[in-house]
Nanobody, 125 residues
Framework: QVQLVESGGGLVQAGGSLRLACEAA????????MGWFRQAPGKERAFVAI???????IYADSVKGRFTISRNNAKNTVYLQMNSLKSEDTAVYYC???????????????????WGQGTQVTVSS
């Protein structure tokens, strides 16, 4: 079992930055891939970024060049640095543990075995 607690969400103006953090407890953090997902009002939860055990990151096209995922295994924490925020980035952001590829409705994506409770990010235009 893995417990995840996100922090760092809030209200920011378009063009601004936020840094999300997710602390994990319960299992060996360094042994699994971590990721961030988001769910906007009226939409399905969507993949944002993943970082594997080697530190290799993959991003959704919508956030490439603006968001950076990183991890600190000594602190059991994964981060999401979000720059140049846009109104369409407004969503509840979820941290996921044991992230792996999957297919949904014939489309390749990612999912997680464990989820945090989510943190709201609101970008005002």
């Amino acid at each position: 079992q893995v417990q995840l607690v996100e922090s760092g969400g809030g209200l920011v103006q378009a063009g601004g930055s936020l840094r999300l953090a997710c602390e994990a407890a319960g299992r060996t953090f360094s042994s699994f891939a971590m990721g961030w997902f988001r769910q906007a009002p009226g939409k399905e939860r969507a993949f944002v970024a993943i970082i594997d055990t080697a530190g290799i990151a993959i991003y959704a096209d919508s956030v490439k060049g603006r968001f950076t995922i990183s991890r600190n295994n000594a602190k059991n924490t994964v981060y999401l640095q979000m720059n140049s925020l846009k109104s369409e980035d407004t969503a509840v952001y979820y941290c996921g543990a044991q992230v792996a590829p999957t297919r949904v409705a014939g489309r390749s994506t990612y999912s997680a075995a464990y989820w945090g409770q989510g943190t709201q990010v609101t970008v005002s235009s």
